[in-house]
């Protein structure tokens, strides 16, 4: 399973990296050490975290914009049919749903936790893995 920094997290949550510490720090979302001593946030508690984050009591504000209709985020779900798929990924306070291949997901090794990019054009959403 992927794991984040502090950093990595929190851009991937929008906000700055005092931020998602201090949210590490009151037990929010929930970190571990590696061997050389760094913070780290599982891959699905984050994606837990980035939900429960957008849903909000209104609180937090994260600010957070996409540049040229990329949206860097983190997978929170994968459905597999047969032949289709659908992917929801949180980018910051923002949930983007794409319909794609099965094969397409299995190419791309997509997984809940991991980095991902929707990038949108028009009314079709394609995911990049990061």
Do not use: C
Request: aromatic share 4%; hydrophobic share 40%.
């Amino acid at each position: 399973m992927q794991a984040y920094t502090i950093g990595r997290a929190a851009r991937l949550l929008g906000v700055s990296p005092d931020t998602a510490r201090r949210w590490a720090d009151a037990g929010r979302v929930a970190t571990h050490r590696d061997e050389t001593g760094r913070r780290l946030i599982d891959g699905r508690d984050l994606a837990a975290f980035s939900v429960e984050l957008a849903k909000g009591d209104g609180e937090e504000d994260p600010s957070y914009t996409s540049a040229r209709n990329a949206f860097p985020g983190i997978v929170t779900a994968i459905k597999l049919g047969d032949v289709a798929a659908q992917v929801e990924i949180q980018a910051g306070p923002h949930r983007l749903v794409s319909l794609l291949t099965r094969e397409a997901v299995e190419e791309l090794g997509l997984e809940v936790g991991m980095e991902a990019t929707a990038r949108v054009k028009s009314t079709n959403v394609f995911i990049d893995r990061a």
